[in-house]
């Protein structure tokens, strides 16, 4: 069984231009997460799934950002205009959704805006 | 999101001794979980340990064991014996979203 996957694992971009991470999740995993997380920090939640259905946003995300998972299964994380201050790592994780919720993490893609 | 405090940013210890990784929450639910999880460096997450707060004992996995005070919000993570590979940074997580600032453990040789 393969864990959680993250595409690409690194991405160099410019000011102002779109960005966008691939995760794909355990196979039977329902649940996804997106953190994000700065060097010295803690993952930072983002948004989850619980299947298609986008049931928890952050207030932290601005409108730049979303996400999206149409049938369940991958999803992906836009950032639109980007900023310097975005720079960070990006973690996808999934869950089952079972009491405990021990959620698995991809390696992270990191995002290094200039 | 629930506020999680780690309040050692960096801990060490020497090979074999025991050490003691603090965190404190802030949640007005009954019924909730604790993850402690370990980042090496480069490389992913991974849960080390989980606490069930309608469960009075304290879980323990092989080395790792926690102190769970549900009263003072309080959940501790207890490693016996360090071993070289323990050396992370190490995150106490209230459920998915409430996340500490992670403490570095540093094993002496």
């Known amino acids: 069984d393969t864990g959680v996957s993250q595409d690409p694992r690194h991405k160099i971009t410019k000011r102002g231009q779109n960005v966008t991470f691939r995760c794909d999740p355990i196979?039977?995993?329902?649940?996804l997460y997106w953190y994000r997380q700065t060097l010295g920090q803690g993952p930072e939640f983002l948004t989850y799934?619980?299947?298609?259905?986008?049931?928890?946003k952050s207030r932290l995300l601005s409108d730049r950002f979303s996400a999206e998972r149409p049938k369940g299964s991958f999803s992906t994380l836009e950032i639109q205009r980007t900023e310097q201050g975005d720079s960070a790592m990006y973690l996808c994780?999934?869950?089952?959704?079972?009491?405990?919720?021990?959620?698995?993490f991809g390696e992270g893609s990191w995002l290094t805006v200039v | 999101a629930q506020t999680v405090t780690q309040s050692q940013p960096e801990m060490s210890v020497q090979e074999a001794e025991t050490v003691t990784l603090s965190c404190t929450y802030d949640?007005?639910?009954?019924?909730?979980?604790l993850f402690w999880y370990k980042q090496p460096p480069s490389r992913q997450m991974i849960l080390v340990i989980r606490?069930?707060?309608?469960k009075q004992q304290n879980a323990t996995e092989n080395r790792f064991s926690v102190n769970f005070q549900k009263a003072a919000k309080s959940f501790s993570l207890k490693i016996s014996d360090s071993q070289l590979g323990d050396a992370a940074m190490y995150f106490c997580?209230?459920?998915?979203?409430?996340w500490g600032a992670g403490t570095k453990l540093i094993i002496k040789p």
């Open positions: 606490q069930e707060a309608y």
């Open positions: 949640t007005s639910e009954s019924d909730y979980y």
């Open positions: 799934f619980q299947n298609e259905a986008q049931l928890e």
């Open positions: 997580a209230y459920r998915s979203e409430g």
């Open positions: 196979s039977e995993h329902n649940r």
């Open positions: 994780a999934s869950s089952i959704r079972t009491g405990g919720n021990t959620i698995y």
